[in-house]
């Protein structure tokens, strides 16, 4: 006897989902805007936070968090769900700050990154030095207050008690992920090593499961998944999440700024333990080795040097086994997601995604 049909629902609409959530972000920083202003609060951190999540950004959490929700049979009023998507993308907004602040980072997605543009909102008056110090000190705090702000977004008032009891345990151990994963990427950086493991645990836990993997737990368990559904998620986004954080690399090394958004030395600079790296150092020579000794982690690191490695990742065949990953990874997961028999508006949604989370897009 085969297997019951899926039930059909609607098309899960991407750019509409995108679009409702941009609606619920600013809608809530609006409100955040006129309370500061009545209670003569700095107003300047809200716009500033503001112009940052609405500078770009794929809003791919937030995209998986509804395709989750659909996946587990969920449909109709999509408000709650919308508002809970929201949540993570405020959520990822204080991560990235933050995470930008660590890397010391001079841009994110073409522009200035909210602790530069800070620095220089306040130079008026003030050292360069001063300046600077200020800005990562008020960076911090708006990703301090986007952080409390995910959890006001979250509509808890409109879950019942089963729901809470699903999915705040989720939202918690994803914070806990992130956390460790941003530990290891801070603490490994500067520090690279041909260990690609560890480089792949690092993606696991700062991207994999954060970026996909749990997002896509809390969209289905806000509609009451069953174990076999969040199982055959898990399946589909460890190896997705894994591609995207391996495409992220590349383009963060080989990628053209003025298209990906994404500063091509930094990386570099930093001395990111990578997957990409990893393999390059594993299969270097003697002379390859010394360049990337060298050079890595230079904070210095000019458009010449970097060229040099980028030369030694290409001859060691790094990039060319990073691109292989992300093939088997995409294969892996789409294999996995048309043996899981979702709904087919799920399937359709999180086959789009995965491609889009792994093109090359220079």
């Known amino acids: 006897m085969s297997a019951p049909t899926p039930p059909l629902t609607p098309a899960v609409d991407l750019a509409g989902t995108r679009e409702a959530v941009d609606t619920c972000l600013t809608g809530f920083l609006d409100r955040k805007m006129r309370a500061a202003a009545s209670e003569g609060m700095p107003t300047e951190a809200i716009s500033v936070l503001r112009r940052f999540l609405t500078s770009g950004g794929k809003r791919l959490r937030p995209l998986l968090c509804v395709c989750g929700w659909c996946a ?3 449909h109709g009023d999509t408000t709650t769900i919308v508002r809970a998507a929201a949540s993570l993308e405020m959520f990822h907004a204080f991560a990235l700050i933050h995470d930008d602040v660590m890397d010391r980072a001079a841009t994110r997605r073409g522009a200035p990154t909210v602790h530069r543009r800070l620095a220089q909102h306040h130079r008026e008056g003030r050292s360069m030095t001063a300046a600077r110090h200020l800005g990562v000190s008020t ?4 990703g301090d207050l986007a952080l409390a702000w995910s959890d006001e977004l979250l509509p808890t008032v409109d879950l019942t008690s089963r729901q809470l009891g699903a999915v705040l345990p989720l939202i918690d151990v994803m914070r806990s992920e992130v956390m460790y994963g941003q530990y290891l990427d801070v603490t490994a950086a500067g520090h690279p090593t041909g260990d ?6 690092i993606a696991r836990y700062k991207t994999a499961k954060y970026t996909v993997e749990r997002p896509l737990h809390i969209g289905a368990a806000m509609a009451g998944a069953p174990l076999a559904v969040r199982e055959a998620l898990s399946a589909f986004a460890l190896p997705v999440g894994e591609a995207f954080q391996l495409r992220d690399d590349l383009l963060g090394v080989f990628g053209k700024p003025e298209i990906t958004g994404k500063p091509s030395l930094d990386d570099l600079r930093e001395g990111k333990h990578t997957v990409l790296v990893a393999l390059a150092l594993e299969r270097a020579t003697p002379s390859q080795r010394h360049i990337l000794d060298a050079l890595l982690g230079n904070p210095d690191l000019d458009d010449a040097g970097a060229d040099r490695i980028r030369r030694v990742l290409t001859a060691t065949g790094a990039r060319a086994e990073a691109e292989h990953m992300i093939i088997i990874r995409r294969t892996q997961a ?4 048309e043996a899981a028999r979702l709904p087919p508006a799920a399937t359709a949604a999180l086959r789009k995604l995965t491609g889009a989370a792994t093109a090359r897009t220079s």
């Open 139 to 142: 960076a911090v705090l708006v």
């Open 196 to 201: 690609v493991e560890y480089a792949l645990r």
């Open 334 to 337: 789409l294999r996995v997601l």
């Open 72 to 74: 587990a049979g969920g």
